[in-house]
């Protein structure tokens, strides 16, 4: 098994269950395609971060019937061409559902109290009040959801239990009901023209690349603040630096972004109403530690010809089942 490429400080885990199951564990710093082919020849199976796996790259590995994931999103993997080819794709779909919905959280109340320009503020010398007016209390405030999977969920409920009116939107909701997973459930269009939260929480596909555009931030409230910590390209960034200058909506809390790392000239830099972080919401000390295991064990088990817990493309599993069989 070959770690592709991965900013994490420590492999431990990996090695740990990787020997445990006999195998063997090399981890390596392939930036671009071709390093990637050369350092992870022979491979059976890859655990990947960042890096791209197209289909070229799937034909150069000729050994590979496994991709793992480190997270939730598989837009960097071509998940057709690897069931095509009976390659299983797996990720861990519900390792930081806590840790993302309490940094969701976080990022809705520091843009709502204007917390980080009253921090630079008194640092500077300044108690300011009049440059973070107005400012509401959570009650009554309505909080939009967009995308109810498990971390949607968690954070529509801990805005409840904040006080927050919550009301949610997702594209698997009968549109006839009235609840959702045990919320309000709106169409998008009701839950931008209504909230002055807007949390995403949608994975990245076709279907939903630059769900909020132009034509969303245009139906939005000005007091509304923009949450993403789902993928960048579900927000055109573009249209919401647009918005922000004309004051179409009150602010913003971004944890990911559509070109990361982040430039330091970026537009979204010169807001002091936009709260930045480095796509880093997925983050903490346990969920750190389940997503190192749990990528490794899918692996592990794809490789022994076990049906992995999490697997993206299920169609290709009697193909690799067949190729495990081959190789014993």
């Known amino acids: ?16 269950v990787v020997t445990s199951a006999g ?12 390093t990637m082919v050369v350092n992870c ?26 991709i793992g994931r480190y997270g939730v999103g598989v837009d960097s993997v071509d998940v057709e061409a690897a069931t095509r080819r009976g390659i299983l794709v797996c990720n861990v779909p519900d390792y930081g559902t806590e840790a993302v919905s309490d940094h969701a959280i976080g990022l809705a109340l520091s843009v709502a109290r204007g917390i980080p320009r009253l921090d630079r503020g008194v640092r500077a010398g300044s108690f300011d009040l009049p440059a973070v007016r107005p400012l509401y209390q959570v009650g009554q405030r309505v909080f939009g959801v967009v995308g109810m999977g498990l971390i949607g969920a968690a954070t529509a409920r801990k805005a409840a239990g904040l006080g927050y009116d919550v009301i949610a939107y997702d594209s698997a909701a009968d549109p006839d009901a009235q609840t959702f997973r045990g919320f309000r459930s709106v169409g998008l269009h009701e839950l931008l023209e209504r ?33 993403n910590t789902s993928r960048g390209g579900v927000i055109d960034t573009g249209a919401l630096v647009d918005a922000l ?16 790392p ?21 983050y903490s000390e ?19 010809g076990r049906t992995p817990r999490n697997v993206v493309n299920p169609e290709a599993l009697p193909a690799a089942a067949q190729r495990s069989e081959g190789r014993r």
């Open 262 to 282: 982040l430039p330091r000239d970026h537009p979204l830099t010169s807001f002091d109403n936009v709260v930045l972080t480095p796509h880093l919401a997925w």
């Open 245 to 260: 200058k004309r004051g179409a909506v009150a602010g913003a809390g971004i944890d990911v972004h559509e070109i990361e």
């Open 41 to 66: 020849a022979g491979a059976d199976a890859i655990v990947v971060q960042y890096a791209a796996i197209t289909e070229q790259v799937m034909d150069r590995l000729p050994r590979l019937k496994v």
């Open 195 to 227: 909230a002055q939260v807007v949390s995403v929480h949608t994975p990245l596909t076709e279907q939903t690349r630059g769900l909020l555009g132009a034509d969303a931030f245009a139906r939005m409230r000005p007091d509304a603040i923009v949450v």
């Open 1 to 16: 098994m070959a770690i592709t490429e991965c900013d994490h400080d420590s492999f431990d885990i990996e090695r740990d």
């Open 286 to 304: 346990e969920s750190y530690a389940e997503l190192k295991r749990r990528t490794v064990e899918n692996v592990v088990d794809a490789c022994a």
């Open 23 to 34: 195998g063997q564990l090399l981890v390596t710093q392939s930036r671009d395609a071709d």
